[in-house]
């Protein structure tokens, strides 16, 4: 059995964001109350984090969870990344593995020395750094099968583990990606807002995708305030495609 919690679902700024004033900011409801990106995959026995943005200790909090087994980093983008810090609870102790692109890699241990370097002192994270590539790989008996994308100009990586895939800050699939997709029980993908991003898909452009991958089910991540109500916006879906909020939790058998 697989279980997808989704620990943010919001952009870089986070819904509301500081200093506005649109229904989406101002709204009650709490669909609307948005996190950065961040969910965790509990696949049969282990526990898999996909990045670790600067609310994770909230969110962690919030959805009352004790065990990572595995982090997997999508891209360095500091939405992505700045709460890495806070997983010293989580590798008191032993190491806990953090997977990423070695461009990624070199960028965390560019920012944070202290948490990879070979005689850590102590109290910082105990954090194993495996850089990864596009290759299929397997933490103990499950497989991790990363995905390329394209951020803008900036390649990055999705995952796919069992027949959930999370495809955050898109714009482009490859071609050949497609194959990697296929027969999935869940897709989680990117849905910024209505209008054209020079970096970020389009609501209209992640429905297009969904349509060719096929999914059973669909869930929109990733959200700013321009995409709308909650309310709203679930009401123009395909069936079997929703927008996803924080700390919804699917379960997959």
Do not use: W
Not at 161 to 174: K, R
């Amino acid at each position: 059995m697989t279980e997808i919690h989704f620990l943010g679902t919001g952009t870089s700024t986070g819904v509301p964001e500081l200093g506005c004033t649109c229904s989406v900011c101002t709204s009650t409801d709490s669909h609307d109350q948005r996190l950065r990106t961040s969910i965790l995959i509990l696949h049969d026995e282990e526990r898999f984090l996909i990045d670790c943005g600067p609310d994770f200790r909230q969110q962690m909090i919030r959805a009352k969870n004790t065990r990572i087994d595995a982090v997997l980093i999508t891209h360095e983008h500091y939405d992505h990344v700045g709460g890495i810090d806070d997983l010293r609870p989580f590798c008191k102790t032993e190491g806990l593995p953090l997977y990423s692109e070695s461009s990624v890699a070199k960028k965390l241990r560019e920012r944070m020395p202290y948490c990879f370097r070979e005689n850590k002192y102590p109290g910082v994270p105990n954090l194993e750094l495996k850089e990864i590539d596009t290759l299929p790989f397997y933490f103990n008996e499950t497989q991790i099968i990363p995905i390329r994308l394209f951020h803008g100009k900036l390649p990055i990586l999705g995952y796919r583990i069992g027949n959930v895939a999370l495809l955050t800050d898109l714009t482009d699939i490859p071609f050949e990606e497609y194959e990697k997709l296929k027969n999935l029980d869940v897709l989680i993908i990117a849905a910024l807002r209505k209008h054209k991003h020079m970096t970020h898909q389009t609501f209209d452009e992640a429905i297009s995708k969904i349509d060719c991958i096929q999914p059973k089910k669909s869930y929109l991540i990733h959200a700013s305030h321009h995409l709308g109500l909650h309310e709203e916006v679930s009401k123009e879906l395909p069936e079997n495609v929703f927008l996803s909020f924080d700390g919804l939790i699917v379960h997959i058998e």
